[in-house]
């Protein structure tokens, strides 16, 4: 009897055992296909020749640069805090605002995984979820397409259409800007990581304690003979639960869809009574939204430069690339600024006739006058 009784604990130490590596299955299996971009549609830009953000590099590895100026610009505005207060904040005003100018150039110049579908989202006007995204999408196709100058949705600020046919690596130019590369795991990896830490809270509220989770962890904690207590079962259940409704939220996001930035418990998709598709109340952040803000501190921190070169990367490949034709066009090359020089002498005029002259002599060297003008101009 008292072996067949420890058989019986043996066997369901194991099942708590499995039961817990489910679980914890569950969470990596949610968090390896979240990660999961939309297929890529464009060519790689840093496969091109003679990049700009190359020889920027070069520069890092000669010493040339640190590649560090907002952080020494940052060190000279403390030690002059207190002696300029007004200037440094009014420098810090004029920082903070061509970074935003620069955040919403790329933003409305280039393309992104989620561009087309963020788009037809928005021509929808509502009604869209997870069940019928494609067929709304589809019906927009033809909408999408307008050429037309006063419809923007597809343009540039430069009322050029954003597609495949002029962007060398349409869907993949912003997160390139970001990484360096069309690497846009990385770009999901992030939200999924920032999505992952605003849902916690939340399923915690929701699940910790509920009465089957905790039913089910006092029963798992003697099963296991206290192995594994009740508090680490609910834990891991949590977390993965977390993980499903991050994993949820990102195929909104992929989807073109925006989520809640901060959901209540009522807006959860996934708890341990199951899951329950929400209506998309159509507010929060989409895909889009999560890219700006990684670009904003991007920008802000010491990888300022690096974007700029990266930027001229992206502009190379599609006008060397696509809009010339392979003509070859290099930014190295581009007229972005010209120089101007005069030197403007004022003749004597009258001075020199023998009427005046007698009186006040004539000027010898025939220059009575003579201003210097230099100056550069740039867009």
Same mark, same amino acid.
């Given at each position: 009897?008292?072996?067949?009784?420890?058989?019986?604990?043996?066997?369901?130490?194991?099942?708590?055992?499995?039961?817990?590596?489910?679980?914890?299955?569950?969470?990596?299996?949610?968090?390896? @296909?979240?990660?999961?971009?939309?297929?890529?549609?464009?060519?790689?830009?840093?496969?091109?020749?003679?990049?700009?953000?190359?020889?920027?590099?070069?520069? $890092?590895?000669?010493?040339?640069?640190?590649?560090?100026?907002?952080?020494?610009?940052?060190?000279?505005?403390?030690?002059? $805090?207190?002696?300029?207060?007004?200037?440094?904040?009014?420098?810090?005003?004029?920082?903070?605002?061509?970074? $935003?100018?620069?955040?919403?150039?790329? *933003?409305?110049?280039?393309?992104?995984?989620?561009?087309?579908? =963020? &788009?037809?989202?928005?021509?929808?006007?509502?009604?869209?979820?997870?069940?019928?995204?494609?067929?709304?999408?589809?019906? %927009?196709?033809?909408?999408?397409?307008?050429?037309?100058?006063?419809?923007?949705?597809?343009?540039?600020?430069?009322?050029?259409?954003?597609?495949? +046919?002029?962007?060398?690596?349409?869907?993949?130019?912003?997160?390139?800007?970001?990484?360096?590369?069309?690497?846009?795991?990385?770009?999901?990896?992030?939200?999924?990581?920032?999505?992952?830490? $605003?849902?916690?809270?939340? =399923?915690? %509220?929701?699940?910790?304690?509920?009465?089957?989770?905790?039913? *089910?962890?006092?029963?798992?904690?003697?099963?296991?003979?206290?192995?594994?207590?009740?508090?680490?079962?609910?834990?891991?259940?949590?977390?993965?639960?977390?993980?499903?409704?991050?994993?949820?939220? *990102?195929?909104?996001?992929?989807?073109?869809?925006?989520?809640?930035?901060?959901?209540?418990? @009522?807006?959860?998709?996934?708890?341990?009574? &199951?899951?329950?598709?929400?209506?998309?109340?159509?507010?929060?952040?989409?895909? +889009?939204?999560?890219?700006?803000?990684?670009?904003?501190?991007?920008?802000?921190?010491?990888?300022?430069?690096?974007?700029?070169?990266?930027?001229? @990367?992206?502009? %190379?490949?599609?006008?060397?690339?696509?809009?010339?034709?392979?003509?070859?066009?290099?930014?190295?090359?581009?007229?972005?600024?010209?120089?101007?020089?005069?030197?403007?002498?004022?003749?004597?005029?009258?001075?020199?006739?023998?009427?005046?002259?007698?009186?006040?002599?004539?000027?010898? @060297?025939?220059?009575?006058? %003579?201003?210097?003008?230099?100056?550069?101009?740039?867009?």
């Amino acid at each position: 009897m008292s072996e067949q009784f420890k058989k019986y604990s043996e066997e369901n130490k194991k099942q708590a055992e499995r039961d817990k590596e489910e679980e914890e299955k569950k969470h990596d299996d949610e968090v390896k @296909d979240a990660n999961q971009a939309n297929s890529d549609t464009g060519n790689e830009i840093k496969d091109i020749a003679d990049r700009p953000s190359a020889a920027y590099a070069a520069l $890092l590895q000669e010493g040339v640069t640190d590649g560090k100026v907002k952080a020494s610009k940052g060190a000279s505005i403390v030690s002059g $805090l207190f002696s300029d207060f007004s200037g440094t904040v009014s420098q810090t005003a004029v920082d903070l605002r061509d970074d $935003l100018y620069t955040l919403d150039y790329i *933003m409305n110049m280039f393309s992104y995984d989620t561009f087309e579908k =963020e &788009g037809k989202y928005h021509l929808c006007g509502g009604g869209v979820n997870l069940s019928n995204y494609e067929s709304n999408y589809n019906t %927009q196709s033809e909408a999408w397409n307008n050429e037309a100058v006063t419809f923007s949705e597809n343009k540039t600020l430069t009322n050029k259409m954003i597609n495949s +046919s002029n962007n060398y690596s349409y869907g993949n130019e912003v997160e390139y800007i970001i990484y360096g590369n069309s690497n846009k795991k990385s770009a999901y990896g992030t939200i999924f990581a920032i999505r992952y830490a $605003l849902n916690l809270p939340s =399923e915690f %509220q929701e699940n910790w304690n509920d009465g089957t989770l905790s039913g *089910m962890a006092i029963a798992i904690e003697s099963a296991s003979s206290g192995i594994i207590p009740a508090p680490l079962f609910k834990l891991v259940v949590v977390l993965g639960l977390t993980a499903a409704e991050t994993a949820s939220d *990102m195929q909104y996001l992929k989807n073109g869809m925006p989520v809640e930035l901060v959901k209540n418990k @009522d807006q959860l998709t996934w708890t341990y009574a &199951g899951y329950s598709e929400k209506a998309v109340s159509g507010k929060g952040f989409f895909y +889009s939204d999560y890219l700006k803000l990684i670009l904003f501190t991007k920008l802000t921190g010491n990888n300022e430069y690096a974007v700029y070169a990266r930027i001229a @990367d992206v502009i %190379q490949a599609n006008m060397g690339q696509k809009i010339s034709n392979n003509s070859g066009f290099v930014m190295k090359k581009a007229n972005v600024y010209y120089s101007a020089e005069a030197n403007l002498k004022g003749e004597p005029l009258m001075l020199n006739l023998p009427l005046t002259s007698d009186y006040s002599g004539s000027v010898s @060297d025939g220059i009575i006058g %003579q201003i210097k003008y230099k100056a550069y101009k740039g867009y």
